[in-house]
């Protein structure tokens, strides 16, 4: 057992590696991950060891990368195909929706899609509307997609093991700000299976449901709000499609106050749809309104100042918890 | 009958990685003046050696020589000197900028100058450009205020667009220059709208389109070349095949293959390859084009030839994909240096006369520079006020907007 730090990129990286040695019906396929390692470096080394034909450049086409994945993975390989910015998953929506998440449906079965599709969202990197955005509710959306999205490299590496593993079309999401995050990450392979939610942090209070980097900067401002005698419990949602509803319902059960939080926009994005579940499933242990911490209903802007009031951080999520707490007629 | 041998499938592979000797034994040649320049009316079938020879004007000599050398000025060559030489300047001022911290990204044309300054000086004023972000020659050309530009590479407090878009992808409706996508080929399809909207209208106004050859891959280029060629749009379609796409060589978007140009072949459009570093070839083939589209005789193809000397972007390290000093070896040149040769060679200009101008230009790019700096950059935050986050997401702002907004300024 040799547990070392490791960034989440390399967390990414190491999965893909260990995959690839174990399986040679792993490939990866994608733009700018052969001899480059891909923008974000994810892919860094893998060509070197596994060869230009396991570990592809292709050309720049999105919905061709992730329809020569699903031609790949009806065969049996596991595929994997990177989109360079989940922005570009808009280009490859046709062969993502009406074909990787329903081929299974529409061959009565009989089709088996072992697709990994990885991409890399989110804003803080100055990087503007067209390569900021997160749209994982799009995805969500969908019947037949599994939907992931880590918040440290311990995460990462299993969660991506499990996605190469898996018989369903997954989609990783990897935050780009996250990548140079380092966390002990075991040398042997693990996974950490789909679908099930995990308490970051445990408390009596309120309970903060997040994933990806707001998991992060929510436990930020749960250790401030600490210091104040506020307990938040910390649900990191790991996986967004399965939902875990009963690890949700169990934590809020316990806390009677709820704040979902994530860095898309809040209208329409995942935090109505884990909104909707509580109030249906939990309705009568809620002490105030279920509160959500999401991005303004705007394309990210470009400047750092102007970006900085866009996405969420921890001190407007501890402000969002105060808010919800103050609205409780039981207060705390 | 023999057994099937297993199948294989190939990976194109660049002739020279790092630390290796540049080799551009790939790139085909012809001599100057070497192509025939056929009327623009001709059939597409009968033009289809277009795509595979090279049109090129400039002999090493500076000496223009062919039926393509164009009938041009010398002095509006110089105006296209000038503006490829402002260009390169001004990217270099930029590119120091964002090492700076001024900036946070940038992207520079280096070496590709002559495309987008020949279509902006060869097209009309009422034509309408679709760039992609290595197109700021055209803004240069069309003399767009240098301060203009920079507030938006700076995102200060005189950025038109208030913070909100990429530093280097510009627009300017007043010279023709649509806005830059971040998402590659979109504007593709979109000069094929505009030049039929222009002909639905019954405007004699034409559009021009530009992909780089990696992003000839995404179907934008096919729906493009698809919609031309069905309905015989007044537009330009330009290839600019500057030898890599971020890290993957022209061999990845299929360029060991036929031309990029011989992609229009398929589509009864007719391709042109054509010497991109060689400004008076960029301004007859414009012109061929041009005149082709505006007296209704339908598309036109053009791949430009030449290299991408400057890295992708800020981003990007090509020492990890490319030999060092690559852009030393491209056969094609310089097209500042070739097109100085030439107008040496004729006469019309003198060493004395280019340094003077080089002096000139340095003085006017760094005045632009402190002008555009005294209005801020992201090193100061004197930027558009945080409430432009909401304008402009819909032509009137919806009540939750608006709400929002007033929330934000709390
Ligand atoms: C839809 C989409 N896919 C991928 C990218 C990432 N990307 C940005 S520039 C680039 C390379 C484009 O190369 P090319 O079209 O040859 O133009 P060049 O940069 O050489 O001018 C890539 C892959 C993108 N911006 N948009």
Redesign the interface.
Same mark, same amino acid.
């Given at each position: 057992m040799t547990d070392r730090k490791l960034s989440y990129a390399g967390a990414f990286n190491e999965a893909v590696r260990q995959a690839m040695e174990a399986d040679g019906n792993v490939f990866a396929a994608g733009?700018?991950i052969?001899?480059?390692?891909g923008?974000f470096g994810t892919y860094a080394g893998l060509q070197a060891t596994f060869g230009?034909?396991r570990v592809?450049?292709?050309?720049?086409?999105?919905?061709?990368i992730v329809g020569l994945g699903i031609g790949a993975a009806v065969t049996g390989l596991r595929p994997i195909v990177d989109l360079m910015f989940m922005?570009?998953v808009?280009?490859a929506m046709d062969q993502i929706v009406n074909q990787a998440a329903k081929l299974k449906y529409m061959f009565g079965g009989s089709a088996t899609l072992p697709l990994t599709i990885t991409t890399a969202a989110g804003a803080g990197l100055?990087?503007?509307?067209?390569?900021s955005q997160s749209l994982e509710a799009l995805l969500c959306h969908i019947p037949g997609l599994k939907v992931v999205y880590p918040s440290n490299p311990y995460d990462m590496k299993g969660l991506m093991t499990a996605c190469i593993r898996e018989d369903n079309p997954t989609v990783m999401i990897k935050h780009k700000r996250l990548l140079g995050m380092n966390g002990i990450v075991p040398e042997e392979n693990y996974e950490i299976a789909l679908g099930a939610a995990h308490i970051a942090r445990s408390g009596k209070d309120v309970t903060v449901i997040a994933y990806g980097r707001m998991l992060n900067e929510s436990l930020t401002a749960a250790k401030t709000l600490a210091a104040d005698g506020i307990e938040c419990e910390v649900v990191d949602l790991r996986t967004l499609q399965p939902l875990d509803t009963a690890s949700i319902v169990a934590s809020v059960k316990r806390t009677n106050h709820v704040v979902v939080v994530h860095e898309a926009v809040r209208?329409g994005g995942l935090g109505a749809e884990i909104a909707a579940q509580i109030q249906e499933e939990a309705f009568d242990y809620l002490d105030a309104p279920v509160m959500r911490v999401a991005a303004?209903?705007?394309?990210v802007?470009?400047?750092?100042?102007?970006e900085q009031?866009?996405v969420p951080d921890a001190l407007s999520i501890a402000t969002g918890i105060r808010a919800v707490l103050e609205r409780s007629p039981v207060g705390r | 009958m023999a057994e099937a041998p297993p199948l294989r499938?190939r990976?194109p592979?660049p002739l020279a990685?790092p630390g290796e000797q540049p080799d551009f034994s790939y790139v085909q040649i012809s001599d100057p003046g070497a192509v025939q320049r056929p009327d623009v009316a001709a059939a597409s079938a009968e033009l289809r050696d277009l795509s595979y020879s090279l049109i090129c004007v400039l002999g090493d000599d500076g000496v223009a020589v062919g039926q393509w050398a164009p009938e041009i000025r010398a002095e509006a060559l110089i105006v296209g000197l000038r503006a490829m030489m402002t260009t390169r300047a001004y990217d270099a001022r930029m590119l120091r900028a964002q090492r700076q911290g001024k900036t946070?990204?940038y992207i520079a044309s280096t070496g590709e100058e002559a495309i987008a300054v020949g279509q902006a000086l060869e097209l009309g004023q009422r034509d309408m450009f679709f760039p992609t972000y290595r197109q700021q020659g055209w803004l240069v050309a069309r003399g767009w205020p240098l301060v203009q530009m920079m507030c938006q590479v700076f995102?200060n407090e005189q950025d038109r667009l208030r913070?909100?878009?990429?530093?280097i992808?510009y627009s300017a409706k007043d010279v023709g220059f649509f806005s830059i996508?971040?998402?590659?080929g979109t504007q593709y399809i979109q000069a094929v709208g505009w030049a039929m909207a222009s002909a639905i209208k019954g405007d004699t106004a034409i559009a021009s389109g530009v992909v780089g050859e990696?992003?000839t891959?995404?179907?934008d280029f096919h729906h493009a070349l698809t919609f031309a060629s069905t309905y015989d749009a007044p537009v330009i379609l330009n290839v600019v095949n500057n030898q890599w /796409?971020? *890290?993957?060589f022209q061999g990845?978007?299929?360029g060991e293959g036929p031309s990029f140009a011989a992609r229009a072949i398929g589509y009864g459009i007719p391709g042109l390859r054509v010497d991109g570093n060689d400004y008076l070839a960029v301004v007859a083939a414009t012109r061929w084009a041009a005149e082709r589209a505006r007296s209704n005789h339908g598309p036109t193809v053009i791949e430009w030839v030449t290299y991408r000397a400057a890295a992708h972007s800020t981003?990007d390290d090509p020492s990890?994909?490319r030999p060092k000093d690559e852009w030393k070896s491209w056969p094609l040149g310089d097209p500042i240096d070739r097109l100085q040769r030439h107008l040496i060679a004729s006469g019309a200009w003198s060493h004395e006369q280019h340094a003077d101008l080089h002096a000139d230009i340095e003085r006017l790019v760094l005045e632009a520079a402190k002008e555009a700096e005294s209005y801020g950059t992201?090193l100061d935050?004197r930027? /558009?006020s *945080?409430k432009?986050?909401?304008d402009d997401?819909f032509e009137v702002m919806p009540p939750?907007?608006r709400r929002?907004q007033r929330e934000?300024e709390g």
């Open positions: 733009e700018d052969g001899a480059f390692g923008v230009v034909d592809v450049d292709t050309p720049i086409s999105e919905q061709a922005d570009f808009c280009v100055s990087a503007a509307a067209q390569h209208f303004p209903f705007s394309p802007p470009f400047s750092p100042a102007l009031h866009y | 499938f990976v592979e990685r946070s990204f995102s913070g909100r878009q990429m530093p992808m996508s971040g998402n590659l990696g992003a891959a995404e179907a /796409a971020i *890290s993957s990845i978007a299929g981003s990890k994909y992201l935050g930027v /558009a *945080s432009s986050i909401f997401v939750h907007l929002q934000l």
